[in-house]
């Protein structure tokens, strides 16, 4: 998979380099801005009121 | 025969990029996994942390800042005589579910520590909002009326608002900002109770005589990253700061270094 990813990626060697970073950045960051809250709110139980 | 070999050759290369790719998908779940463990336990809280905080100050600033001094509670004689301080807050009307209309400060939650309350406890559109994060309980007493004004917030994920509740040291204050003023608490105790203990937002917590003070209440889950208990602290109001009179040194201090 990433083999295949690192011979698409154009460019000689330094800048597939830095299309990598940028390619793990982006993924990170969706992951942080939407992924992550959502398996938060939906799969793990975060309780911090008492019945009302 | 060549033909043969060949076709084995190719299959071994199919199977080779198969099982790279399985191998491949399986890495990335792991570190993937890994990051968000990363991200639950401590990423996520200081970004989310920090757009509440970013919110609560600009909630704050929509309202005129000037400051005056507050003497320091006098232990000796027990009060802050010369406190510019009313002893009748106003009442703040009941606004609309979900949106925010005050902030809180909790010096002992660290110096940047700003947040801003909404109307309701709901999960989705105040708890884990990166713009509110602390509720209001909207079934207990409002803002400044005698009674209990209950809040609610996360002790660990998005953006942990109550996280530092268990480090309050008797008399630390507490200031809650509105439009009109500062209402300053202080906090007094915590207690540990089960998620159904729903008595903590009596008017008079855990009691059914009739109120004479007004407490603010702040609930959240113990131990943290679990739902089995809730830890309650309880602050009792001291004093309102009318916003004509400035804001009180500390939360002035507060603003300025951050």
């Known amino acids: 998979m990433y083999t295949a990813l690192w011979r698409v990626l154009p460019g000689p060697r330094w800048l597939k380099i830095i299309e990598a970073v940028v390619l793990v950045i982006v993924v990170l960051s969706v992951c942080v801005e939407w992924v992550f809250p959502w398996v938060a709110e939906n799969f793990i139980q975060q309780e911090s009121t008492v019945d009302q | ?258």
């Open chain 2, 1 to 258: 025969m060549n033909q043969k070999l060949s076709h084995a050759v190719r299959r071994a290369i199919m199977s080779r990029r198969i099982r790279e790719v399985i191998s491949d998908v399986f890495i990335t779940i792991g570190v993937l996994v890994l990051f968000f463990y990363v991200w639950y336990v401590w990423l996520g809280d200081l970004v989310v942390g920090a757009q509440q905080d970013l919110a609560a100050t600009t909630l704050s600033n929509t309202w005129e800042q000037t400051s005056i001094q507050i003497p320091e509670f006098d232990r000796e004689s027990g009060n802050s005589e010369g406190a510019q301080r009313s002893p009748k807050p106003p009442v703040l009307d009941a606004s609309d579910k979900g949106e925010a209309f005050a902030t809180i400060m909790i010096p002992r939650f660290g110096k940047n520590y700003i947040r801003s309350i909404a109307e309701s406890v709901d999960v989705k559109k105040v708890l884990n909002d990166p713009s509110t994060g602390i509720g209001h309980y909207s079934s207990t007493t409002p803002l400044g009326a005698v009674g209990n004004f209950a809040l609610a917030g996360h002790r660990t994920t998005f953006g942990a608002p109550f996280g530092k509740t268990d480090q309050l040291r008797v008399g630390d204050r507490i200031y809650v900002e509105t439009k009109k003023g500062w209402y300053v608490y202080r906090f007094r105790n915590i207690e540990f109770v089960y998620p159904t203990q729903a008595d903590v937002l009596s008017d008079v917590p855990r009691e059914t005589i009739v109120a004479e003070d007004r407490i603010l209440t702040m609930t959240t889950c113990h131990p943290k990253h679990s739902a089995a208990e809730r830890l309650i602290a309880y602050s009792v109001f001291e004093s309102f700061v009318p916003r004509r009179n400035g804001a009180p040194t500390e939360v002035t201090t507060m603003r300025t270094e951050s």
